[in-house]
T-cell receptor, first 116, second 115 residues
Framework: AQSVAQPEDQVNVAEGNPLTVKCTYS??????LFWYVQYPNRGLQFLLKYITGDNLVKGSYGFEAEFNKSQTSFHLKKPSALVSDSALYFCAVRDTAAGGGNKLTFGTGTQLKVEL | KAGVTQTPRYLIKTRGQQVTLSCSPISGHRSVSWYQQTPGQGLQFLFEYFSETQRNKGNFPGRFSGRQFSNSRSEMNVSTLELGDSALYLC??????????????FGPGTRLTVT
Protein backbone atom coordinates (compact mmCIF):
# COMPACT_ATOMS: atom_id res chain seq x y z
CA ALA A 1 0.00 0.00 0.00
CA GLN A 2 1.16 3.48 -0.75
CA SER A 3 1.79 5.98 1.99
CA VAL A 4 3.27 9.39 2.64
CA ALA A 5 4.70 10.76 5.83
CA GLN A 6 4.99 14.36 6.90
CA PRO A 7 7.20 14.20 9.96
CA GLU A 8 6.55 17.75 11.17
CA ASP A 9 3.16 18.82 12.47
CA GLN A 10 4.24 22.44 12.39
CA VAL A 11 6.99 24.47 10.79
CA ASN A 12 7.77 28.02 11.88
CA VAL A 13 9.82 30.36 9.73
CA ALA A 14 10.48 34.08 9.62
CA GLU A 15 9.25 36.07 6.66
CA GLY A 16 11.91 36.37 4.00
CA ASN A 17 13.68 33.19 5.06
CA PRO A 18 13.65 30.00 3.00
CA LEU A 19 11.15 27.35 3.99
CA THR A 20 11.08 23.58 3.67
CA VAL A 21 8.15 21.28 4.37
CA LYS A 22 9.19 17.64 4.42
CA CYS A 23 7.53 14.64 2.85
CA THR A 24 8.66 11.06 2.40
CA TYR A 25 6.78 8.42 0.48
CA SER A 26 6.45 4.69 0.10
CA UNK A 27 5.12 3.29 -3.17
CA UNK A 28 5.39 0.25 -5.35
CA UNK A 29 6.35 1.37 -8.80
CA UNK A 30 6.91 4.89 -10.00
CA UNK A 31 5.67 7.60 -7.65
CA UNK A 32 3.15 10.22 -8.69
CA LEU A 33 3.50 12.93 -6.05
CA PHE A 34 1.56 16.10 -5.29
CA TRP A 35 1.55 19.05 -2.92
CA TYR A 36 -1.64 20.81 -1.90
CA VAL A 37 -2.28 23.77 0.40
CA GLN A 38 -5.36 24.41 2.51
CA TYR A 39 -6.34 27.78 3.93
CA PRO A 40 -8.85 27.98 6.81
CA ASN A 41 -12.40 27.06 5.81
CA ARG A 42 -11.31 26.36 2.25
CA GLY A 43 -10.74 23.34 0.07
CA LEU A 44 -7.35 22.19 -1.10
CA GLN A 45 -5.43 24.11 -3.72
CA PHE A 46 -3.04 22.31 -6.06
CA LEU A 47 0.56 23.57 -5.85
CA LEU A 48 2.64 21.18 -7.95
CA LYS A 49 3.18 17.60 -9.01
CA TYR A 50 5.95 15.19 -9.92
CA ILE A 51 5.19 12.55 -12.49
CA THR A 52 8.48 12.08 -14.29
CA GLY A 53 11.42 14.11 -15.57
CA ASP A 54 13.33 16.85 -13.81
CA ASN A 55 13.76 16.27 -10.09
CA LEU A 56 13.11 19.94 -9.34
CA VAL A 57 9.49 20.78 -9.94
CA LYS A 58 8.24 24.35 -10.00
CA GLY A 59 4.72 25.19 -8.98
CA SER A 60 2.34 27.94 -8.04
CA TYR A 61 3.07 30.97 -5.82
CA GLY A 62 6.84 30.53 -6.03
CA PHE A 63 6.87 27.05 -4.52
CA GLU A 64 9.04 24.24 -5.78
CA ALA A 65 9.67 20.67 -4.73
CA GLU A 66 12.68 18.43 -4.98
CA PHE A 67 12.12 14.77 -5.81
CA ASN A 68 14.81 12.45 -4.43
CA LYS A 69 14.34 8.85 -5.42
CA SER A 70 17.15 7.41 -3.29
CA GLN A 71 15.80 9.09 -0.16
CA THR A 72 12.14 8.61 -1.21
CA SER A 73 11.49 12.24 -0.44
CA PHE A 74 9.56 15.06 -2.04
CA HIS A 75 10.22 18.16 0.04
CA LEU A 76 8.39 21.40 -0.64
CA LYS A 77 10.51 24.55 -0.72
CA LYS A 78 10.29 28.26 -1.21
CA PRO A 79 13.29 30.61 -1.30
CA SER A 80 11.60 33.45 0.56
CA ALA A 81 8.56 32.89 2.78
CA LEU A 82 5.63 35.29 3.04
CA VAL A 83 3.20 35.71 5.92
CA SER A 84 0.46 34.85 3.44
CA ASP A 85 2.05 31.40 2.96
CA SER A 86 0.84 30.46 6.44
CA ALA A 87 -1.51 27.52 5.87
CA LEU A 88 -1.82 23.75 6.09
CA TYR A 89 0.23 21.83 3.54
CA PHE A 90 -0.45 18.29 2.37
CA CYS A 91 1.74 15.89 0.48
CA ALA A 92 -0.08 13.19 -1.50
CA VAL A 93 0.70 10.17 -3.64
CA ARG A 94 -1.46 8.68 -6.32
CA ASP A 95 -2.43 5.07 -5.84
CA THR A 96 -0.91 3.37 -8.87
CA ALA A 97 -2.87 0.21 -8.12
CA ALA A 98 -6.08 2.16 -8.57
CA GLY A 99 -6.58 1.05 -12.15
CA GLY A 100 -5.58 4.35 -13.66
CA GLY A 101 -7.88 6.29 -11.41
CA ASN A 102 -7.31 9.30 -9.24
CA LYS A 103 -7.21 7.94 -5.70
CA LEU A 104 -4.84 10.01 -3.61
CA THR A 105 -3.33 9.05 -0.28
CA PHE A 106 -2.53 12.13 1.79
CA GLY A 107 -0.05 12.78 4.53
CA THR A 108 -1.21 14.12 7.86
CA GLY A 109 -0.44 17.69 6.94
CA THR A 110 2.08 20.29 8.13
CA GLN A 111 0.97 23.61 9.52
CA LEU A 112 3.26 26.33 8.21
CA LYS A 113 3.47 29.52 10.24
CA VAL A 114 5.37 32.45 8.78
CA GLU A 115 6.05 35.24 11.24
CA LEU A 116 7.16 38.82 10.73
CA LYS B 1 -13.42 28.81 -16.05
CA ALA B 2 -15.56 28.20 -12.99
CA GLY B 3 -14.10 26.02 -10.27
CA VAL B 4 -15.55 23.04 -8.47
CA THR B 5 -18.74 23.90 -6.62
CA GLN B 6 -20.25 22.04 -3.72
CA THR B 7 -23.65 22.43 -2.16
CA PRO B 8 -24.63 22.95 0.51
CA ARG B 9 -21.63 24.50 2.23
CA TYR B 10 -22.89 23.74 5.72
CA LEU B 11 -25.30 21.12 6.99
CA ILE B 12 -26.53 20.06 10.41
CA LYS B 13 -28.23 16.70 10.72
CA THR B 14 -29.37 14.40 13.49
CA ARG B 15 -28.12 10.88 14.12
CA GLY B 16 -30.02 8.34 12.08
CA GLN B 17 -30.94 10.75 9.30
CA GLN B 18 -29.53 10.61 5.80
CA VAL B 19 -27.87 13.34 3.78
CA THR B 20 -27.05 14.06 0.16
CA LEU B 21 -24.18 16.28 -0.89
CA SER B 22 -23.70 17.64 -4.39
CA CYS B 23 -20.64 18.45 -6.46
CA SER B 24 -20.34 20.14 -9.84
CA PRO B 25 -16.92 19.62 -11.44
CA ILE B 26 -14.97 21.96 -13.63
CA SER B 27 -16.39 22.06 -17.13
CA GLY B 28 -14.89 19.28 -19.23
CA HIS B 29 -13.73 17.24 -16.25
CA ARG B 30 -15.12 13.72 -16.20
CA SER B 31 -13.62 12.41 -12.97
CA VAL B 32 -15.06 13.32 -9.59
CA SER B 33 -13.55 12.08 -6.33
CA TRP B 34 -14.83 12.48 -2.79
CA TYR B 35 -12.74 12.79 0.35
CA GLN B 36 -13.58 13.02 4.02
CA GLN B 37 -11.49 15.29 6.23
CA THR B 38 -11.56 14.98 10.01
CA PRO B 39 -9.12 16.14 12.70
CA GLY B 40 -8.54 12.57 13.83
CA GLN B 41 -8.30 10.65 10.57
CA GLY B 42 -7.11 13.40 8.24
CA LEU B 43 -7.98 13.22 4.56
CA GLN B 44 -9.44 9.92 3.48
CA PHE B 45 -10.56 8.84 0.03
CA LEU B 46 -14.19 7.83 -0.27
CA PHE B 47 -14.72 7.02 -3.95
CA GLU B 48 -14.14 8.20 -7.49
CA TYR B 49 -16.56 8.35 -10.39
CA PHE B 50 -15.59 8.56 -14.03
CA SER B 51 -18.10 8.65 -16.85
CA GLU B 52 -20.93 7.67 -14.49
CA THR B 53 -19.08 4.58 -13.22
CA GLN B 54 -17.42 4.11 -9.85
CA ARG B 55 -13.76 3.62 -10.65
CA ASN B 56 -12.28 3.42 -7.17
CA LYS B 57 -13.59 2.97 -3.65
CA GLY B 58 -12.06 3.64 -0.27
CA ASN B 59 -12.54 1.77 2.98
CA PHE B 60 -15.82 3.21 4.14
CA PRO B 61 -18.97 1.35 5.15
CA GLY B 62 -21.81 0.83 2.73
CA ARG B 63 -23.70 3.73 4.32
CA PHE B 64 -21.57 5.93 2.11
CA SER B 65 -22.58 5.85 -1.53
CA GLY B 66 -22.33 8.03 -4.56
CA ARG B 67 -23.31 8.46 -8.13
CA GLN B 68 -22.43 10.52 -11.15
CA PHE B 69 -24.73 11.92 -13.78
CA SER B 70 -24.22 12.24 -17.50
CA ASN B 71 -23.17 15.89 -17.10
CA SER B 72 -20.42 14.72 -14.67
CA ARG B 73 -22.12 16.22 -11.64
CA SER B 74 -21.86 13.93 -8.66
CA GLU B 75 -23.73 13.31 -5.46
CA MET B 76 -22.75 11.42 -2.38
CA ASN B 77 -25.20 10.05 0.13
CA VAL B 78 -24.70 9.02 3.72
CA SER B 79 -27.47 7.02 5.31
CA THR B 80 -28.10 6.40 8.99
CA LEU B 81 -25.80 9.19 10.09
CA GLU B 82 -23.50 8.66 13.05
CA LEU B 83 -21.76 11.27 15.19
CA GLY B 84 -18.44 10.18 13.66
CA ASP B 85 -19.63 11.22 10.22
CA SER B 86 -19.17 14.85 11.21
CA ALA B 87 -16.50 16.07 8.83
CA LEU B 88 -15.58 18.29 5.94
CA TYR B 89 -16.50 16.47 2.74
CA LEU B 90 -14.39 17.53 -0.21
CA CYS B 91 -15.07 16.93 -3.84
CA UNK B 92 -12.30 17.02 -6.44
CA UNK B 93 -12.45 16.96 -10.20
CA UNK B 94 -9.94 16.16 -12.90
CA UNK B 95 -9.95 15.34 -16.57
CA UNK B 96 -9.66 11.73 -15.49
CA UNK B 97 -7.97 10.23 -18.52
CA UNK B 98 -6.97 6.68 -17.67
CA UNK B 99 -3.27 6.00 -17.34
CA UNK B 100 -2.17 9.55 -16.71
CA UNK B 101 -2.14 11.24 -13.37
CA UNK B 102 -3.74 14.63 -13.62
CA UNK B 103 -3.88 16.99 -10.71
CA UNK B 104 -7.21 17.24 -8.97
CA UNK B 105 -9.01 20.49 -8.27
CA PHE B 106 -10.93 20.66 -5.04
CA GLY B 107 -14.14 22.40 -4.13
CA PRO B 108 -14.60 24.39 -0.91
CA GLY B 109 -16.20 21.42 0.83
CA THR B 110 -19.41 20.73 2.70
CA ARG B 111 -19.16 20.94 6.46
CA LEU B 112 -21.45 18.26 7.91
CA THR B 113 -22.26 18.29 11.59
CA VAL B 114 -24.17 15.36 13.06
CA THR B 115 -25.84 15.94 16.43
Amino acid sequence: AQSVAQPEDQVNVAEGNPLTVKCTYSVSGNPYLFWYVQYPNRGLQFLLKYITGDNLVKGSYGFEAEFNKSQTSFHLKKPSALVSDSALYFCAVRDTAAGGGNKLTFGTGTQLKVEL
Amino acid sequence: KAGVTQTPRYLIKTRGQQVTLSCSPISGHRSVSWYQQTPGQGLQFLFEYFSETQRNKGNFPGRFSGRQFSNSRSEMNVSTLELGDSALYLCASSTGATGYSYEQYFGPGTRLTVT
